[in-house]
């Protein structure tokens, strides 16, 4: 059983940053790949950002976001980082994270275990 407890979600002016953590729970988590994903108002969960359970450069961005956000893990602390930069008001969202056994997906429905989420607003 793995748990996730997002934090560092807030409100931001466009052009701001943000640092999104999840803390999460359980022996084996080095083993998980974890993902973050966002959900706007009326709209779909979609895929931001995975990273494998090796960590380093083995990730993967939505087009959206690359080249903006930079995921990242530590597995002696057991968590996941999401580097939020050159924000927009589309970015608006509430935040998950959310991990999977073995290797990375874009896909939400493929991740077993998920956190509560956290708020980022951007706006002037």
């Known amino acids: 059983q793995v748990q996730l407890v997002e934090s560092g979600g807030g409100k931001v002016q466009p052009g701001g940053s943000l640092r999104l953590s999840c803390a999460t729970s359980?022996?084996?988590?080095?083993?998980?790949?974890a993902g973050w994903f966002r959900q706007a108002p009326g709209k779909e969960r979609e895929f931001v950002a995975a990273?494998?359970?090796?960590?380093?450069?083995?990730?993967h961005y939505a087009d959206s976001v690359k080249g903006r956000f930079t995921i990242s893990r530590d597995n002696a602390k057991n968590t996941v980082d999401l580097s939020l930069n050159s924000l927009k008001p589309e970015d608006t969202a509430v935040y998950y994270c959310a991990a999977r056994r073995w290797g990375l997906s874009v896909i939400a429905g493929q991740y077993d275990y998920w956190g509560q989420g956290t708020q980022v607003t951007v706006s002037s």
């Open positions: 359980g022996r084996t988590f080095s083993m998980y790949a």
């Open positions: 990273i494998h359970w090796s960590g380093g450069d083995n990730t």
